[in-house]
């Protein structure tokens, strides 16, 4: 079995099920921030259960952290070992022609996400892990202890526009990524040609759907706040 | 027409090699790739040059040896067709044509536009075969009833002529393309159950250790393969390799 993983075949697998893992983690994300649309209290109340519930806490976000280390780890792995496999480039090579755009700069596309990933973490996790198990504080409530803090938290991080601005940036790109990356990881997974359109329609239409609700939630807590 | 090529000219596999400019001229729009090839190399031979190396055998896309990589594309503009079945009707009086060998780490030039595709037969010899008696008792292959969709799959994998366009193509170098068609091939038929697990394991361990990069699913080398040769194959190698893996 460790034979498989070093394999250059179980190393697709693995990014495809670290992949799939992520497009998961990122419908259930987007699904709580959809609610902050909608309804404060509904928002609050399920990132208070999010933050505060052990399994989500313990098991779910550790899984999350290895899922995204390993996937970008082995990607720029990957890129490197690819761009090693062709020492002598081409002086005319007309990558159009039998390929998007989108599936050979994966690694741009990837890179943009991780600056995001960084901002995001200074944005959010490390100031939430700070709040919750360095100074103790699982409350979730406001420094006044009216109602909890997290809608407000949400609300004030969209206030710069310049950070709206990466915000709406690295989704574009993010769409970018599951363009390809969403059947890319199921063709990994060896999933036959006869389900692949269905999944190919299904996964163009998330790669759309998801990044322009993430944006659109952005842009909509700039303008009412 | 007449054609300006920019053509890569390399002494030896040690040697630096680099892009040469060729004039060719009354070029026929009926001739094909290699034809027009074989005028340029007259025209050198007779000005005392040394001509273009390039790999070549039946001429009619059946064999794989020709190669070249055509203004950025395996074997050239058209679809389906190997570099000898390229007309230069596919071009322009007055064009510029990029002529380059196939590149990959794998495959380490020769000479010129000659690269060497052993790597492709280690490859085979991995477990690119199958174990028949031969010695005159072989059963009647049509003794053993096989599935019309099954053997239409294996035979559509069999066409592959290990061309190698698909890792000239791949940016990653990758050899998945021609590796799941040799193992789709087996793996679809009752013949190839003996050896499916040791096959596919070997073919890929082999595949590695040859230093062809990592498929990423581009689907280049469906689009350029001259024997359209679908990325099916590839999905279905990965599903091998996960059997194998399970059943030892």
Not at chain 1, 107 to 116: E, Q, R
Not at chain 2, 5 to 17: C, E, H, N, P, Y
Not at chain 2, 49 to 60: G, Q, W
Request: aromatic letters at 12%.
């Amino acid at each position: 079995m460790s034979k498989f993983f070093t394999s250059s075949i179980g190393r697709k697998y693995a990014m495809a099920l670290s992949a799939l893992f992520l497009m998961f983690f990122l419908l259930q994300h987007f699904a709580i921030n959809i609610l902050s649309v909608f309804s404060p209290n509904a928002f609050n109340e399920a990132s208070h259960f999010m933050g505060t519930f052990w399994v989500i806490q313990y098991v779910m976000q550790p899984i999350l952290i290895f899922g995204v280390m390993y996937h970008f780890i082995m990607g720029f792995i990957l890129e490197i070992k690819n761009r090693n496999a062709r020492v002598v480039k081409y002086a005319k090579n007309n990558g159009s022609a039998n390929s998007s755009w989108m599936s050979r700069n994966m690694i741009y596309s990837g890179l943009a996400i991780l600056g995001f990933l960084v901002l995001h973490f200074i944005d959010f996790w490390i100031p939430e892990i700070n709040t919750k198990y360095i100074q103790g504080d699982m409350s979730g409530l406001l420094v006044d202890g009216e109602g909890y803090r997290y809608y407000e938290e949400l609300t004030h991080k969209f206030v710069n526009p310049l950070r709206v601005g990466a915000y709406v940036l690295a989704f574009v790109f993010l769409s970018l990524h599951l363009m390809h990356g969403f059947s890319s990881a199921f063709q990994s997974s060896g999933v036959s040609s006869m389900r692949k359109e269905k999944l190919q329609a299904f996964g163009k239409a998330y790669a759309i759907i998801i990044p322009l609700g993430f944006i659109l939630i952005a842009l909509f807590h700039h303008f009412n706040h | 027409m007449n054609l300006t090529l920019k053509i890569w000219r390399q002494k030896d596999s040690k040697t630096k090699g680099q892009m040469v400019d060729y004039k060719v001229t009354d070029i026929s729009e009926h001739m094909s790739f290699l034809e027009m090839m074989d005028v340029l190399n007259e025209q050198l031979i007779n000005a005392g040059e040394e001509p273009v190396a390039f790999d070549h055998d039946c001429r009619e896309g059946i064999c794989g040896m020709c190669s070249m990589y055509i203004n950025g594309e395996a074997h050239g503009p058209d679809r389906g067709v190997t570099t000898c079945q390229l007309h230069m009707r596919m071009f322009k009086d007055g064009d510029t044509i990029t002529i380059e060998p196939f590149r990959a780490k794998a495959f380490p030039v020769i000479k010129d536009l000659v690269v060497d595709r052993s790597s492709f037969d280690r490859i085979q010899h991995a477990g690119g075969y199958i174990s028949v008696n031969t010695s005159g008792n072989t059963q009647d292959a049509n003794a053993t009833p096989i599935s019309k969709h099954d053997a239409d799959e294996a035979m559509d994998a069999a066409t592959c002529i290990g061309c190698g366009a698909c890792v000239a193509t791949c940016k990653n170098s990758s050899a998945m393309l021609f590796v799941g068609a040799k193992v789709s091939q087996y793996a679809l038929l009752p013949q190839g159950q003996v050896e499916a697990t040791d096959r596919v394991k070997n073919m890929v361990a082999q595949m590695d250790l040859e230093g062809f990069g990592n498929c990423s699913n581009t689907g280049a080398c469906e689009i350029e393969c001259p024997k359209g040769i679908s990325l099916e194959n590839i999905a279905r190698m990965n599903r091998e390799l996960l059997k194998a893996t399970f059943k030892s």
